[in-house]
C-alpha cells in the first residue's frame, strides 16, 4: 500500500515538473521569436523608413502569432496536468 501511495506522490511530482518545463521551454522559445520579431522590424525600418506603415502590420502579426504559441503550451500543460492528477 505504502509503495503505491509513493507512486501516486512521483507522478504528481513529474506531472508538476513537465508542466513547469513546457510552460519554460515555450516562453523562452516565444521569447526569442518575439525578439526576432521586434529586431528584423528595426532594421527594416532602418534601411527603408518610408515602409514602416505597411511593416507595423506584419510586425504586430508576427508578435501576435509567435505570443499564440505560449498560450497553446499553456493549455496544453494544463490539459496534461489534469488529465495525469485525475487518474
Known amino acids: ?11 504528481k511530482a513529474a506531472t508538476a515538473l513537465g508542466f513547469g518545463l513546457g510552460m519554460g521551454l515555450g ?31 506584419i ?8 505570443e499564440a504559441v505560449v498560450f497553446y503550451g499553456l493549455v496544453g500543460g494544463f490539459l496534461g496536468f489534469v488529465l495525469v492528477s485525475n487518474t
Not at 500500500?1 to 507522478?11: K, N, Q, S
Not at 510586425?59 to 509567435?66: E, H, I, P, Q, Y
Open 59 to 66: 510586425m504586430w502579426l508576427g508578435f501576435a502569432l509567435t
Open 27 to 57: 516562453s523562452l522559445g516565444a521569447g526569442i521569436g518575439i525578439g526576432t520579431v521586434f529586431a528584423s522590424m528595426i532594421q527594416s525600418v532602418a534601411r527603408q523608413p518610408e515602409l514602416r506603415g505597411e511593416l507595423q502590420g
Open 1 to 11: 500500500m505504502h509503495l503505491l501511495f509513493a507512486a501516486g506522490e512521483t507522478i
